[in-house]
C-alpha cells in the first residue's frame, strides 16, 4: 500500500471498547482447516457452486474467526452463497484467552499486527489457489480485520470490501481503494469516531470511490461482533450490518459474473 508522510490516523489502536461484548449462543457449521500452514475456519455454502466460486475472506476482530460470534456471522455468509474462509492471524492467540491481571495487551497487539502483516498476504495468495484464480473474492473486516480488507481493496483480487467498526487505518487506506467498499459504524465508537468516520467519507467522495455507509444510532464498538441480542435494537443492528454486508457482496459478485 502507498503511504504518505502525511496520512493521518483516522481508526485509532485497539481499546478498551474492542474487549468488551457479550457471547452469542447457537451451534457453528464450519470446521478448522489450514491454508498454506495458516488456521482457518472453513464455512461453505448449502450447496455446492458449480462453476466460479464465491468467496468471502473474512478478517476478524482481535476475538479471532474460531470465537463463536464470528463463526456464526461467517456461517450466515455462507449460507446466502459463499465459501467464507477467516483467517487466524492470531495463531491460537486471541485476546480473550488473556485473563492474567499484567496481560500486556500493547504486546499483544505489536506482536499480532506483525504476524498478520506477514501471513495475510500469502493466505490470500493461497486461497486463491484453493478456489481459484477465475473466482470471485470478497473481503470483510471487523475492527482489528478492517485494514487488511482496505489493503485488499486497493488491488484486483477482491471484487468488493466491507468493514465494520474498524481499527488501525489511515487516510491512505482509503486513497487508495479502487474497489467498492462499504463502511458498518457505530454511533458511538472511541477508535473511529465521527470526526475520523466524516473524513472517511470525504476521502472516498473526493476520489470518486464506489461506497456506501451504514450508520446505526443507540450502538457502540463491537456492536457488529459482540452486540447483545437481547437489547432490540443492537440486535437489530447487528443483524442489519451483516445482511448489508452480504448483499453488498451478492450485488458485485453477480455483477462480476455477469461481465464473463
Not at 188 to 196: I, L, N, Q, V
Amino acid at each position: 500500500m502507498t503511504v504518505t508522510s502525511g496520512s493521518r490516523v483516522l481508526a485509532g489502536p485497539i481499546g478498551d471498547c474492542c474487549v468488551q461484548g457479550v457471547k452469542h449462543s447457537g451451534d457453528p457449521a464450519g470446521k478448522s482447516i489450514s491454508i498454506d500452514n495458516v488456521p482457518t475456519y472453513l464455512s461453505e455454502p448449502p450447496r455446492p457452486q458449480e462453476g466460479r466460486k464465491k468467496v468471502v475472506l473474512f478478517f476478524s476482530d482481535v476475538y479471532g474467526p474460531f470465537y463463536l460470534n464470528n463463526q456464526l456471522i461467517q456461517d450466515y455468509y455462507a449460507s446466502q452463497g459463499f465459501y467464507v474462509v477467516g483467517i487466524d492471524y492470531f495463531f491460537g492467540d486471541p485476546i480473550y484467552i488473556h485473563t492474567e491481571p499484567d496481560f500486556d495487551r500493547d504486546g499483544w497487539f505489536t506482536k499480532s499486527r506483525k504476524q498478520a502483516a506477514e501471513a495475510v498476504p500469502r493466505w490470500i495468495d493461497a486461497v486463491r489457489e484453493v478456489y481459484g484464480q477465475d473466482g470471485i473474492y470478497s473481503a470483510v473486516g471487523y475492527c482489528f480485520g478492517g485494514p487488511y480488507v482496505l489493503e485488499t481493496a486497493a488491488t484486483d483480487k477482491i471484487v468488493a470490501g466491507a468493514f465494520a467498526h474498524p481499527a488501525g487505518l489511515t487516510e491512505d487506506h482509503f486513497r487508495n481503494v479502487t474497489k467498492p467498499v462499504l463502511l458498518s459504524l457505530a454511533e458511538t465508537d472511541f477508535t473511529f469516531p465521527p470526526e475520523s468516520r466524516r473524513r472517511a467519507v470525504d476521502i472516498l467522495a473526493e476520489k470518486k470511490a464506489t461506497y456506501h455507509v451504514q450508520l446505526f444510532s443507540g450502538v457502540s464498538h463491537g456492536f457488529a461482533t459482540r452486540g447483545d441480542p437481547a437489547v432490540e435494537n443492537t440486535r437489530w443492528a447487528k443483524e442489519e450490518s451483516a445482511r448489508g454486508i452480504i448483499n453488498w457482496f451478492i450485488r458485485w459478485s453477480s455483477n462480476a459474473l455477469a461481465q464473463k
